[in-house]
């Protein structure tokens, strides 16, 4: 036994603590395990369901999400990505998966449109304008349509935008790219799983895994508090935040890598009064300032996202912002969910979306924006920032070909989440492919990255 192998056994074994002995007489062996029913779990189990293998997909929710990252009705969709082109792959790899999966549920007589998941609109990016020469040619790389302006004076003859100095607008115009609809997108791959023959079970929240032998034992609890033990000859891991207690047996390096973390998100409206005085040009502004990414404070503290939501009747949007870096620690996972915001974090969100509106020609005041709703939630981090869908180290060092993770979705998961289950499908089964752009995401996510990661965790140990 080498080195590396007996510093990673005391590992686990230090991690692993002891363990109730399971009853190993479980109900049905199944081929494929998939834990988690948001995008990353339900676009790998589609994939795998698509691929002919029997799948079991267990999410602890019901149908109707209330915790998860998958939550919600919208985020950005966007083909450019300064800096790598990583990202720009993973988006456009995910609108090419999305149609797939609408084409096959059309053939199947669901009603199912790409419509349904991405609404395309132009992509605002707000930066210093040190970053310009950097978005040009990232834009023109990843063929991008785009508008470029860089001084005030072309800030407002182009989009109307009062730009500050120093800072540039660039706006992206490719098809899907806008915003896209997690909760539609989840419903249509429960769709084509089961359609596959796939299994989807709700309220099935899974507390241990172990090894035995050549399969896996898997804890599930119900909301009734009834208990079952699966098992399974492979198992997709998307547990989000949950990864590292989920996996203390199995890969209990995970706990380290993962850091979950709190981001707040506030929804607003411009009062009613307010928005029935804006005049059509005013009205058009607002609805082509979003969505926006904006990093031109360059500051952690001045950079946000937002976007639509909702509208209500009258077409009054509901504005939803939130920051990357607006992150906070986690005291308690579970009750993480039901944490209003604080004053200081709803005061941050109205006057950045007032200042980013009047810089648009929309006359408001920072008064006339109203809070209509709050939402905490959890992103899972890497050291890097960089996702992980990867095939298990086991205690001996060597690749757990059997068991995949996907996990540290951060900021970045949603929209490349149908290539993320491509990748992971095809971990599971053995197979690769042979375009760059894939060949580089899954150097970037996959088993070569992870195995440095525990590498540099276990020199760490000694």
Sequence with gaps: MT?????????????????????????KDYTVVVIGGGLMGSAAAWQLARDGKEVILLEKQDREYSQGS?????RIARSNNLGRDLWSYLHNRSVHETATLVNYLGNQGYDASMS?????????????????????????????????????????????????????????????????NPEALISLLHKAIKLKGGTIVYNASVSDIQR???????????????????????????????????????????????TPKRVFLAFLQISPAKYHQLDDHARSQLRRAYPVINSSAGTREGSFYSMFESSDANGNPVIKIGGHFQRSDINNLDDVWHQALSEEEMRWSIENTGRYLRMH???VNDEDLQLVGDVSCVYSLTSTEVPIVSQLVAPSGEM???FVVMAGMSG???????????????????????????????EAVG?????EDVDQLVSLEK
């Design 361 to 363: 020609g929309v006359p």
């Design 412 to 442: 970045v998961g949603a929209k490349g989440a149908m290539t993320y289950g491509r990748i992971a499908a095809n971990l599971l089964q053995g197979k690769s492919e042979s375009d760059p752009g894939y060949l580089e995401a899954v």
């Design 70 to 74: 998958s939550k919600g009705l919208t």
């Design 447 to 451: 088993f070569t990255r992870l195995k």
């Design 212 to 258: 035995q032998g050549n399969h896996y034992l898997i804890a599930t609890k119900d909301s009734q508090g009834s208990e079952r033990t699966l098992t399974a000859s492979q198992i997709v891991s998307a547990a989000g935040p949950y990864t590292g207690p989920l996996l203390s047996e199995l890969a209990p390096y995970m706990d380290k890598l993962i």
């Design 116 to 180: 349904a998941v991405y609404q395309t609109t132009p992509v605002n990016y707000m930066r210093p304008l040190k970053a310009a020469d950097a978005i040009i040619a990232s834009s023109e790389r990843q063929k991008v349509d785009y508008k470029l302006a860089l001084t005030p004076e072309e800030g407002m003859e182009m989009f109307g935008v009062q730009l500050p100095e120093g800072v540039f607008l660039h706006r992206e115009f490719n098809e899907h790219s806008g915003t896209l």
């Design 3 to 27: 080195i590396f192998s007996l510093v990673l056994t005391s590992i686990f074994a230090f991690f692993s603590g002891q363990l109730q002995a399971w009853d190993t007489t479980a109900e």
């Design 400 to 402: 757990d070909s059997n």
